[in-house]
């Protein structure tokens, strides 16, 4: 055994034995619940087997670099420590050559928001030394890495309701009381109707979606559920007559009314914060759907709008920021809460004299429940949930800036720009108009998050981190990361952790990927995940898997496997005489624009009954290679 593979060995030990004799860590002075300190410990365990990886060229006693620090991370409070990482990660994004900190200084600036922070970042500190006399991307990456890990790591059993409520509450109230800017929106407006004066919805048909709605819970959010609470009213009536349509061409059963009431749920999206949802009626989210399919239908074949909004293909914003990253030309924007700050009068003045209006009124919810029991009036076109929001967000954005555009290269030829969702991409020389825009508009900017500097190499856009022209992005850990054992009982471990394996893989963090990979391998022997090329297993160029439990048949003259893997399956429920006509509406509905019946691959399936993942076992011919 190599030098090098000793210090790992016993560094993996001392992590493992320190973690389980350390007491339960802290939440703004109180106890995490046992499945969160669970939580966090492992994700501290995967960070140090991280850092290992890490600092692997130092050729150091590797334990005594990480022991000092877990020891700070297990007795701090995990919400300053959670504050104190956003706080790093915007210092160190927003660093030039000319600001000429030392690390002193850097450590000054942060121990406001954690008095630990010396112990939190001692394991790093040459690469921050380094960096902090000469910038360089290599160094950047390391320390990015390192403060990125944990940053999107959610704990459950925290109580964010009061904070969500308050800030809920705070921007519908602001957005009642924003001053409009009715000359702008009409500039806007201009922009809006030449784009769409050839919208139509030929061809129309609503479908539901994957996602839970109003007066179900997760798990009643089936198919037939769905079907089951179909309404409608005279809006959407009216709006269906234009299109030569009624509501019983839509509903395979006999409907009622709808109520135009959606439910807010607020679930965790960070150790500090929250993501406010919206559960839509089912009718509203049916209808919304099909407008959206539209929309998007429409936007691919537009001349201008598939240049700039590329709703299923994050790549082109992320080049322009690569470019941006490189020669400073593109400047990066985002925005806080952009999906709630859409007002609705906002969307009506922009969309007024387009086909899109009649839709908007019609598959809106007018005001929503909250987690306390109280229902307010929306000011916001739609939230977050709505099949809506996103499109016509970046609808939004796109002719904000394409205004700017216009307004700021008048004696010059115009320049490109992407939008995806509140991620702006723009020319560097339109950013004062774009900002002036947006803000007048009602939206916010989120400064910690948005590069225009030309002398700072780093830009980030729809999940694309560059710094100099290369890519920096980090691995991180899921928001649904838990502690939850992998096996039968929690399916989605199982992928997440065959998902971590691999990008440990990908980044070359290979102390990490054998860790995660030492709790598969104590699956039963039938749930044991193969390797192979396919990243739904754990991916390699040289798999053996002799590790799979193999048997003989004689009469194929082979030996098959077993192994484990994620399908998806349809939960038992009671059945109802509904079933049938609700199964063949679907049915019809999804063979609709099915060309022809030739390939097994386009058999349909209708399902109407909830989804949910399996682990399974598997036996097949596994080929070694």
């Not at 090098?4 to 619940?33: H, M, N, Q, Y």
């Not at 704990?155 to 309701?161: H, I, M, N, T, V």
């Not at 009626?281 to 691919?300: E, K, N, S």
């Not at 003045?349 to 005001?367: C, E, V």
Request: charged share 25%; glycine share 4%; aromatic share 12%.
């Amino acid at each position: 055994m190599s030098n090098t593979t000793k210090r790992a060995v016993s560094a993996r030990k001392v992590i493992e034995d320190f973690l389980r004799c350390s007491g339960p860590s802290t939440f703004k002075g109180g106890k995490l619940s046992t499945r969160d300190d669970q939580a966090y410990k492992l994700a501290l365990e995967y960070q140090a087997y991280l850092t290992l990886d890490l600092v692997s060229d130092r050729g150091s006693n590797s334990s005594r670099l990480i022991i000092p620090w877990l020891d700070a991370m297990v007795r701090c409070d995990v919400f300053e420590l959670a504050v104190f990482l956003k706080s790093a990660v915007t210092l160190l994004r927003n660093y030039v050559d000319g600001d000429r900190y030392d690390y002193e200084h850097f450590k000054h600036v942060l121990r406001k928001d954690f008095s630990s922070c010396g112990d939190f970042l001692s394991p790093i500190k040459p690469e921050i030394v380094r960096f902090l006399a000469q910038p360089n991307r290599s160094d950047f990456a390391v320390i990015n890495q390192f403060l990125s890990f944990m940053s999107r790591l959610s704990l459950r059993d925290a109580d964010y309701s009061t904070d969500a409520l308050e800030e809920y509450l705070a921007t519908e109230s602001r957005l009642m009381n924003l001053t409009h800017d009715y000359q702008l929106y009409r500039r806007l407006n201009l922009i809006i109707k030449d784009w769409f004066s050839a919208f139509t919805y030929e061809g129309f048909y609503p479908n539901h979606g994957n996602g839970s709605v109003a007066t179900l819970t997760k798990k009643e959010s089936s198919l037939r559920n769905k079907y089951q609470m179909l309404g409608s009213d005279a809006l959407i009536d009216l709006f269906l007559s234009r299109l030569n349509l009624s509501f019983s061409d839509l509903s395979p059963l006999p409907y009622g009314k709808v109520e135009r009431c959606c439910e807010v749920i607020f679930v965790p999206k960070s150790m500090t914060s929250f993501r406010t949802i919206s559960k839509e009626p089912a009718t509203l989210q049916y209808l919304q759907q099909g407008v959206w399919h539209q929309i998007d239908r429409f936007m691919r074949h537009h001349p201008i709008l598939s240049r700039h909004i590329h709703i299923h293909d994050r790549s082109f914003n992320q080049r322009y920021a690569q470019r941006g990253s490189l020669d400073g030309s593109y400047a990066t924007i985002d925005l806080s809460s952009a999906s709630d700050s859409v007002s609705w009068v906002l969307a009506k003045s922009l969309f007024a004299g387009t086909p899109i209006l009649d839709a908007l009124f019609a598959t809106r919810s007018t005001s929503a429940l909250l987690p306390d029991g109280s229902k307010v009036l929306l000011r916001k076109f739609a939230p977050m949930g709505s099949a809506l929001c996103f499109p016509i967000e970046c609808i939004i954005f796109c002719a904000i800036c394409e205004l700017a555009n216009r307004d700021s290269w008048r004696s010059h030829r115009q320049h490109d720009y992407v939008v995806f969702g509140d991620d702006l991409v723009i020319p560097l020389g339109q950013v004062s108009t774009t900002v002036d825009y947006l803000t007048r508009c009602g939206f916010l900017i989120n400064r910690s998050k948005t590069f225009f500097n030309p002398h700072n190499p780093f830009r980030e856009s729809c999940g694309g981190e560059y710094y100099l022209g290369s890519s920096v992005g980090p691995l991180r850990l899921s928001r649904k990361f838990s502690a939850d054992r992998v096996g039968r009982h929690h399916p989605d471990s199982f992928q997440a952790a065959v998902d971590l394996a691999n990008s440990g893989l990908a980044y070359g963090y290979l102390n990490l990927r054998s860790r995660v990979i030492r709790d598969l391998l104590e699956l039963p022997e039938c749930f044991v995940p193969k390797f192979s090329f396919d990243t739904r297993h754990l991916w390699s160029n040289s798999a053996t898997n002799y590790h799979l439990r193999s048997i003989w048949f004689d009469w194929w003259q082979c030996h098959l496997s077993n192994y484990g893997e994620i399908s998806s399956v349809e939960d038992p429920f009671e059945r109802s005489p509904d079933d049938e006509a609700i199964r063949f509406f679907e049915w019809l509905r999804l063979t609709r624009d099915r060309p022809s019946l030739v390939f097994p691959d386009d058999r349909v399936s209708a399902v109407i009954g909830r989804k949910r993942s399996k682990l399974i076992s598997v036996l097949d011919v596994v080929t070694s290679f």
